[in-house]
């Protein structure tokens, strides 16, 4: 036994004295016939110390060692306390000719066994995680090495393919494609051209799929690893037909609660509601049906700012005898409006009636007054009217009594109230009091879904009333689509009853349209709303080559008008 330790020592000493876990390597008596750097280090024993025994430096260590010997068991994953420090501590039986020689021990700090072990579950979480999400991913995953030799199956993948993956794993994909368990794989073009690439192949279980192979590369850019998807072509069409059903089942939803609420609000047929942008507007309708608070309708001359302010007055008072009042601002002289929104007594001015005279204020009493062009109301006026928003109550010119009124007080605008305040044209307190329900009634040109409906809407209007069987061709109605409609829908329904009336012929044809209809010269600078001079000018020439494109049939002939070539023309109408 000597001879074999002497002879083993050097080998021992060159090759395990760079491990950082302690060795020590004991006979049946004790002695340490081996000991490493990192065992001094751990058990703080000098480099120059001589023969020693683990029985002087610990006693109750090499009480456990002994029974080794005897039962020739190892003993793991032991932890002791060794001269004051506490260690993880693991101990085998050195055989020979079936007798225990010696006992190998490797012990090293029990907080780096507990470091290394957090950094192992760690290790574990990350893994485990991972291994989560490539199972839980809807496609199937397949990988293989750079040589084509297939390390990762997810479920998915088996699930498509209908292969275990004790099938197909360490076996390369020439093997796989040879055994017709797919008819294709992408893997070898991937390797080959060292790019991401595509091809549809067939399962051996008839399916249909899409398989897309990605490339991934080690450091000398060679491929190291090719990552697979394949997805199911049949079920993909399968959801791609469900989703159509949806979407279809999803509109006539849509077109049912848009009936619903024509019906809660008692919809008049005047009124036309296709878009998105009318839609909201409607739905702020229905809320306000149960309060009586301001509401300011703004937008553009012509958008149907009226036709929205009656809708809300017909709403929040069905009763037919409710009155509904409306004044413009701007149609009445300056010094006669005040008696025609307050009224007054008799005797009050010069010129009064005897018995003197309500005012709207008081005529509108359970009902609705509309203050059409707000923004023309004069200053003093405005105060007056803040009062009024405040408690209620009017009182007329000349009198002395208050009056309480319970009125909804809507006003309509088509200028910029919030510029005019800061120009000091309109009082802030009063634009806040009026704007606690603001309604914004878009431009036609910006709800291009509501001007078709709006056509046929004012064409069988007209039919009827002229007693006419008039109609409009296919040209006729893409030209008046396209067109930017300044007026909005007040220009559309003056336009139509105008073709009625002119056109001979029960067919109103292009030939018939007015010129502007074809080319607008100020298509986009509206009273509510500027765009910057280059966003204009970009505007105006989209809408002049669609008009010319429209009118002559095609891109040649319209680029000929424009003289401009072809070529320019069209990419201009791809931007």
């Given amino acids: 036994m000597e001879n074999f330790f002497n002879h083993k020592e050097k080998l021992f000493d060159i090759s395990l004295n760079s491990i950082k876990i302690g060795i020590v390597i004991l006979d049946k008596d004790s002695c340490i016939r081996f000991i490493n750097k990192a065992a001094r280090d751990i058990l703080d024993i000098d480099e120059n110390s001589n023969r020693l025994y683990l029985s002087e430096i610990a006693y109750n260590a090499w009480q456990e060692i002994k029974e080794i010997f005897t039962t020739k068991k190892e003993q793991i994953g032991k932890r002791e306390k060794i001269k004051g420090k506490t260690l993880f501590v693991q101990r085998y039986p050195?055989?020979?000719?079936?007798?225990?020689?010696?006992?190998?021990?490797?012990?090293?700090?029990?907080?780096?066994?507990?470091?290394?072990?957090?950094?192992?579950?760690?290790?574990?979480m990350v893994v485990n995680e991972l291994n989560t999400i490539i199972e839980s991913i809807y496609d199937g995953i397949f990988v293989t090495d750079g040589s084509g030799k297939t390390i990762r199956v997810n479920s998915s993948w088996a699930k498509i393919t209908g292969l275990k993956p004790e099938y197909v794993l360490g076996k390369t994909v020439t093997e796989l494609e040879k055994k017709g368990y797919v008819s294709k794989f992408v893997t070898p073009m991937v390797i080959q051209n060292k790019k991401p690439m595509s091809l549809q192949a067939k399962t051996v279980t008839g399916k249909e799929v899409l398989v897309s192979g990605n490339p991934a590369f080690d450091k000398d850019g060679n491929v190291s690893m090719v990552v697979t998807t394949v997805r199911d072509l049949s079920e993909m069409r399968r959801l791609s037909r469900e989703l159509k059903q949806v979407k279809k089942l999803a509109k006539e939803y849509e077109h049912k609660i848009k009936e619903l609420k024509k019906q809660i609000i008692n919809f008049p047929s005047n009124i036309v509601c296709e878009s998105k942008a009318m839609e909201k507007v409607l739905d702020i309708v229905v809320q306000l049906q149960h309060t009586k608070v301001p509401v300011l309708i703004y937008g553009e001359t012509g958008v149907g700012k009226g036709v929205i302010a009656k809708l809300i007055h017909k709403t929040s008072f069905p009763k037919l005898d409710a009155p509904f009042v409306c004044i413009n601002c701007s149609a009445i002289p300056e010094g006669l409006l005040e008696a025609e929104l307050f009224g007054y007594e008799k005797g009050a001015f010069t010129g009064a009636d005897v018995g003197g005279k309500p005012g709207l204020f008081e005529l509108a009493d359970g009902g609705t007054l509309v203050l059409d062009e707000i923004g023309e109301l004069p200053l003093y006026l405005q105060a007056k009217l803040l009062a009024v928003l405040e408690d209620y109550k009017i009182q007329r010119i000349g009198g002395t009594k208050p009056k309480k009124v319970?009125?909804?007080?809507?006003?309509?605008?088509?200028?910029?109230?919030?510029?005019?305040?800061?120009?000091?044209?309109?009082?802030?307190?009063?634009?806040?009091?009026?704007?606690?329900v603001p309604i914004f009634i878009p431009p036609l040109r910006e709800r291009k879904e509501d001007i078709l409906p709006l056509i046929y809407y004012f064409l069988k209007e007209f039919n009827q009333k002229y007693k006419m069987n008039k109609s409009f061709s296919r040209k006729v109605i893409e030209l008046l689509y396209n067109y930017h409609w300044p007026g909005n829908v007040r220009e559309l329904k003056n336009l139509i009853e105008r073709l009625m009336i002119m056109t001979p012929n029960n067919l109103i044809d292009e030939k018939d349209l007015p010129d502007d209809i074809f080319s607008s010269k100020e298509p986009y600078n509206t009273p509510t709303k500027f765009y910057s001079l280059k966003e204009m000018v970009k505007r105006y020439e989209i809408s002049v080559i669609q008009s010319a494109v429209k009118k002559y049939g095609s891109i040649v002939k319209a680029s000929e008008k424009l003289q401009v070539s072809p070529s320019t023309l069209y990419r201009k109408l791809q931007k």
């Fill in 406 to 436: 319970n009125i909804r007080i809507i006003c309509i605008t088509n200028r910029d109230l919030k510029e005019m305040v800061s120009k000091g044209e309109f009082r802030e307190d009063l634009f806040f009091r009026i704007n606690v």
């Fill in 94 to 124: 050195i055989l020979y000719k079936d007798r225990v020689i010696g006992v190998i021990s490797l012990f090293q700090h029990f907080s780096e066994m507990e470091k290394l072990a957090d950094e192992l579950e760690s290790y574990h």
